[in-house]
């Protein structure tokens, strides 16, 4: 790394002016005479979309693995699973000659409705923000960056480009923040990625609090900040604000517009060397790692059916699974023959190999029969003679497996879900199907909840695949099959009605403005204090075995928030097959002075046992667990009081509680506002 300060010091001003301003639409820009390289960066949440063409948006991009995309990877709730595939996505870069890598995502799942569900992981900051971690590790442990997107409250695709996101300071501090904050703390990206839209008032490339006050300054994020492809309305003022590099370019107008308000002292010269050595800081450790070479295809693809696997969630079994024996299957529906693996837009993936799940499910059926029909067209149209061919399939089956998707059209960057449903087609295929053969398993790929109720009473089981990457159709076959035991569990609560969602009445907003107006209570949090039913709670998965819980207890009765808690509690494997159970530590804060959720999720772990054997888990609690922001002081505070530790294998299915009292060190000023008395004055 050579001494920037130096560097900076031989730059012209137009130089400087133009490393801020991309050089192409992936590559920033070099300075040859001073020996400064250029970077290349990547779309890669999922897989690298390594472009050839540097000045090309949309060419075919390299060939690469295409993992499974942020619903699946959130579901393994598996953060030793996860960094493993960032380091896969790491080799792969280096192998592209790819610099930085633009992932992960961390929005939050404020809507199901939000048409890029499918990219990000939870509808829970805490779990998106562990999961993050372990992502960022694992591809920045091989000498590739990431970036950390899109910064902040990035919830929706409709009007994406000028929404006005309104967001109380509370809610933005307590649900919108808290995933970039672990992420930038603990995984320390190379860089984060503005957002298109604004968040009160200001676009997010031009928003000093949220860029300098928030992430830079309180908490300490050393990388540069880029903007998201074509975010940027006003150079100046988005370099003013905390954004250092414009993405693409080049633009030679914004280079001169910098320039030329330097020259007349607008804008403090010293502002633009911070975000030139910002830059230069990221594009010398990029040069550190040689790129080229090749990556494990093979390896690679079967990483990618593992996490697959393991991020597959057993909504409903009647026993039906996994298959026995010698029996006749009808496989049904297009997506059967055609993997429906990944979803539209920048993240779309040129993968190495696709696995068709009927090819893969015929290796491990046996001497079993097999039989195929489409079952539904790839269009909305509504075809009657598929579905009366798949009923006839159906009656000739000793089990019938219909595989449904999503249209690309309904989960894709740029456009936003209008309902909860699959298509009317699928609807009416399941519905006939299961009227004539109750051994009726449905296999779903979609990336986020679906609606179920018009259809599920009648199926023997539901596998939910989501978008499982090019190596989903052999992890489908090894679930059905019992060759690997399901333990995903879901990141984000299935509803039962899109009316029954929290954002239900301001979303996708009006006038160029969407108000967050359910605040905190968004997922879990809403349904427990509205106590809504659901199909299915945040945290829930089935099994082919059985868990029981026992023994909880905690490290102090009571204790100081800067001493934290731990919390442990045995699990035994109670039936006949090894099984993983992922364990889901929520607080519930028992006597707040201002209104919180019934509980949230602070701690999980994954564990694997054998049948009949027991493992104590433990959990660390540091003080966040217990704190809440607080609008008055602008910060987070504990308080003192009583705190239910509630452990369970969801949200809906708390095994152990155990009540704990807090003790805050904590001292903060009285608030003083027109309504104080005078002994507060």
């Known amino acids: 790394m050579p001494d920037l300060s130096l560097l900076i010091a031989q730059m012209t001003l137009e130089e400087k002016a133009a490393l801020c301003t991309g050089a192409s639409a992936w590559a920033t820009q070099a300075v040859p005479r001073l020996g400064i390289p250029s970077m290349f960066v990547s779309d890669g949440p999922h897989g690298v979309r390594r472009v050839p063409d540097e000045h090309s948006l949309s060419a075919q991009s390299l060939p690469a693995t295409c993992f499974p995309t942020g619903s699946c990877l959130a579901s393994t709730w598996n953060p030793s699973l996860i960094f493993e595939l960032g380091q896969a996505l790491g080799e792969e870069a280096v192998a592209l000659h790819s610099d930085v890598l633009l992932g992960p995502g961390v929005n939050m799942k404020r809507t199901p409705l939000c048409g890029r569900n499918f990219e990000y992981l939870a509808e829970d900051p805490f779990l998106a923000g562990e999961l993050a971690v372990s992502l960022i590790q694992g591809i920045q442990s091989k000498g590739v960056g990431t970036s950390l997107k899109h910064f902040a409250a990035n919830n929706q695709e409709y009007?994406?480009?000028?929404?006005?996101?309104?967001?109380?300071?509370?809610?933005?501090?307590?649900?919108?923040?808290?995933?970039?904050?672990?992420?930038?703390?603990?995984?320390?990206?190379?860089?984060?990625?503005?957002?298109?839209?604004?968040?009160?008032?200001?676009y997010g490339s031009e928003n000093h609090t949220l860029l300098v006050e928030t992430l830079k300054q309180a908490w300490g994020f050393e990388g540069l900040v880029v903007s998201d492809w074509g975010a940027v309305h006003d150079r100046v003022e988005a370099l003013r604000s905390g954004l250092d590099l414009e993405m693409p370019g080049p633009k030679a107008h914004r280079v001169q517009a910098v320039v030329e308000s330097v020259r007349a002292g607008r804008l403090d010269e010293s502002l633009l060397n911070e975000a030139v050595r910002r830059i230069l800081n990221i594009v010398f450790k990029a040069a550190e790692t040689p790129k080229g070479g090749t990556f494990n295809v093979e390896g690679h693809h079967a990483l990618s059916r593992k996490i697959a696997a393991e991020g597959m969630v057993l909504l409903k079994n009647k026993g039906i699974?996994?298959?026995?024996?010698?029996?006749?299957?009808?496989?049904?529906?297009?997506?059967?023959?055609?993997?429906h693996f990944q979803g539209g837009g920048s993240s779309h993936i040129n993968p190495t190999l696709v696995d068709v799940p009927f090819v893969e499910f015929q290796k491990q059926a046996g001497e079993s029969e097999l039989s195929y029909c489409d079952g539904y067209p790839l269009d909305d149209s509504f075809q009657q003679e598929l579905i009366n061919e798949a009923v006839m399939a159906a009656q000739n089956a000793d089990v019938a497996l219909i595989f449904v998707a999503l249209p690309p059209s309904k989960e894709s960057e740029g456009y936003d879900r209008p309902d909860l449903d699959l298509t009317t087609h699928q609807v009416v295929l399941i519905k006939s199907v299961t009227a004539v053969q109750p051994n009726t398993v449905v296999i779903l790929n979609n990336g986020s909840a679906v609606a179920m109720d018009e259809w599920i009473e009648g199926t023997a089981a539901v596998l939910e695949g989501w978008m499982m990457g090019q190596a989903g159709g052999g992890a489908v076959a090894d679930i059905l099959f019992g060759k690997v035991n399901p333990s995903g569990k879901l990141a984000e609560t299935f509803p039962r009605r899109l009316v029954d969602t929290p954002a239900h009445l301001n979303f996708p907003g009006e006038?160029?403005?969407?108000?967050?107006?359910?605040?905190?209570?968004?997922?879990?949090?809403?349904?427990?204090?509205?106590?809504?039913?659901?199909?299915?709670?945040?945290?829930y998965g089935l099994s082919y075995t059985t868990f029981s819980y026992s023994n909880l207890r905690v490290s102090a009765h009571t204790f100081r928030d800067v001493e934290g808690l731990k919390v442990s509690v045995d699990v035994t494997n109670t039936g006949k097959v090894p099984g993983k159970e992922i364990v889901q530590v929520y607080v519930h804060d028992c006597q707040s002075r201002l209104v919180r959720p019934q509980k949230e999720l602070k701690g999980f772990a994954k564990v694997?046992?054998?049948?009949?054997?027991?493992?104590?888990?433990?959990?660390?609690?540091?003080?966040?667990?217990?704190?809440?922001?607080?609008?008055?002081?602008?910060?987070?505070?504990?308080?003192?009081g009583e705190f239910e530790i509630q452990v369970g294998a969801s949200a809906a299915d708390i095994r152990a509680r155990h009540t704990v009292t807090l003790e805050s060190t904590q001292e903060l000023p009285c608030i003083l506002h027109l309504a104080s008395t005078v002994r507060d004055w």
């Not at 930038?184 to 984060?192: A, C, L």
């Not at 699974?321 to 055609?338: D, E, N, T, W």
């Not at 104590?616 to 602008?634: E, K, M, S």
Request: hydrophobic content about 35%; charged content about 20%.
């Open 159 to 202: 009007e994406r480009f000028s929404i006005n996101a309104v967001v109380d300071e509370r809610t933005l501090h307590e649900i919108y923040l808290p995933a970039f904050e672990t992420a930038v703390k603990r995984g320390k990206p190379w860089t984060v990625m503005c957002a298109y839209n604004k968040l009160n008032g200001r």
């Open 321 to 339: 699974l996994p298959l026995k024996g010698s029996q006749h299957f009808a496989l049904i529906g297009q997506s059967a023959q055609r993997a």
């Open 511 to 539: 006038n160029g403005e969407v108000r967050y107006g359910e605040g905190l209570f968004i997922g879990y949090r809403y349904y427990d204090a509205k106590e809504i039913p659901v199909l299915f709670p945040f945290g």
């Open 608 to 640: 694997a046992l054998e049948p009949g054997q027991t493992k104590t888990i433990t959990v660390d609690l540091d003080w966040r667990a217990f704190a809440y922001y607080h609008p008055g002081y602008h910060q987070w505070i504990t308080e003192d």
